[in-house]
């Protein structure tokens, strides 16, 4: 248990120092204020570490953030030894977060469900039942008046 505390530890330093250093310290042009480091996942063994990205805007954005943040790796890297100040640096890989595009997806659908409803809704406006407007039977009340007689 340990270990995986010393993991989340390690891994929230890591997503920490990478942002900063790339918001104030990478001097790279691909690598804008449009790259955002939204999670990181170390080994347990804290030799290895996975920084998930999303950048804002087209995938031609996309590419050259990949190749600024490949680019700066090593940099990047110093600067989570120094912070981290432990025995082994793990090494860091990039790896571009699907959260937009699965957002965008359910977006999409939530999209789609409204405009089916509403066309439900639409056709059902001026629909009638097909038979009684309520379908329950009742008992008549000749028999209950009948069978309290007798």
């Known amino acids: 248990m340990a270990d995986n505390a010393r993991a989340k530890k390690?891994?929230?330093l890591i997503r920490e120092v990478v942002a900063e250093k790339l918001q104030r310290g990478v001097k790279d042009p691909?690598?804008?204020?449009?790259?955002?480091?939204?999670?990181t996942?170390?080994?347990?063994?804290?030799?290895?570490?996975t920084v998930f990205y999303t950048v804002?805007?087209?995938?031609?954005?996309?590419?050259?953030?990949?190749?600024?943040?490949?680019s700066a790796k090593g940099v990047l890297r110093s600067a989570v030894g120094r912070a981290a100040q432990t025995k082994f640096t793990p090494t860091l890989?990039?790896?571009?977060?699907?959260l937009p595009e699965?957002?965008?997806?359910?977006?999409?659908?939530?999209?789609?469900a409204r405009t089916s409803d509403a066309q439900v809704r639409e056709v059902s406006s001026g629909a009638q039942y097909a038979g009684d407007a309520d379908p329950y039977k009742k008992p008549d009340e000749d028999e209950d008046e009948g069978a309290t007689a007798e």
């Open 30 to 39: 691909r690598l804008g204020t449009h790259v955002t480091i939204t999670d």
């Open 93 to 98: 890989t990039f790896v571009a977060d699907a």
């Open 41 to 49: 996942r170390v080994t347990g063994d804290l030799r290895e570490a």
């Open 102 to 112: 699965t957002a965008k997806s359910i977006e999409d659908l939530l999209e789609k």
């Open 56 to 70: 804002y805007g087209d995938d031609e954005a996309r590419t050259s953030a990949a190749a600024g943040l490949e």
């Open 10 to 12: 390690l891994a929230d």
